[in-house]
């Protein structure tokens, strides 16, 4: 058993020392450099200078972006889809957060709504349910329009338990159930 060790490490030297296996080939650890972690650490930051009108540091957002940091893909997602320093596109709001929709709640969010109201993409109503579902247990607190449209969607179809359970989850948000009452009142 010794010997077929020795013999291994054997050719690993004699294919290095002939150049077959190089330096740079070596797994090194992943580490990020300096630039990464300052991006990654300061996308908020950024994000909100832009944001206010100072598009100096943009190209950190899309470098960040294109990268897959998933904050830095919500905020370009942003971006495209308010004209916040770049042209409004839809497409590209939607090709950005659905890069980062498994990552980001706000990022799932957000493509459900672009999936529902067609906006970069086809009106696809399973997939903006299954977007708003995920995001759900993430934001329901923070974002009760999430609890609204799948209502909506759920009464629209005539699936009253599912709407149901909506309604009664978001019983302690009073706008949230102001706004749910709104869509069951006959007008």
């Known amino acids: 058993m010794n010997f077929k060790i020795a013999y291994l490490v054997i050719i690993l030297l004699s294919a290095t020392s002939s150049g077959l296996v190089q330096a740079d080939t070596v797994a090194t650890p992943d580490v990020k450099s300096f630039e990464d972690a300052r991006i990654e650490a300061n996308i908020d930051n950024i994000y909100l200078e832009i944001k206010s009108g100072k598009l100096d540091n943009i190209e950190l ?15 370009v997602g942003y971006m495209f889809e ?9 497409d590209k709001a939607f090709m950005w957060f659905k890069s980062c929709s ?7 969010y957000n493509l459900g709504v672009l999936y529902a109201e067609g906006r970069g993409t086809q009106k ?10 995920a995001s759900w247990p993430a934001l ?7 609890a609204i449209r799948l209502a909506y969607y759920y009464h629209s179809r005539k699936l009253w338990d599912e709407a149901w359970d909506l309604v009664s989850e978001s019983r302690r948000n009073i706008q949230q159930q102001k706004n ?7 007008r």
């Not at 957002?61 to 905020?75: D, H, M």
């Not at 308010?82 to 839809?90: C, D, K, M």
């Not at 696809?124 to 579902?133: G, H």
């Not at 329901?140 to 999430?146: A, D, L, R």
Request: charged share 10%; hydrophobic share 45%; glycine share 8%.
């Open 61 to 75: 957002v899309f470098l960040g972006a294109k990268r897959g940091y998933a904050n830095a893909c919500l905020y």
């Open 82 to 90: 308010n004209g916040i320093g770049v042209v409004r596109s839809s």
């Open 102 to 108: 498994a990552k980001n709640p706000y990022a799932a």
């Open 124 to 133: 696809i109503w399973i997939l903006a349910v299954s977007n708003l579902k």
């Open 140 to 146: 329901k607190t923070q974002v009760p329009q999430i």
């Open 180 to 186: 749910m009452v709104n869509i069951y009142l006959p």
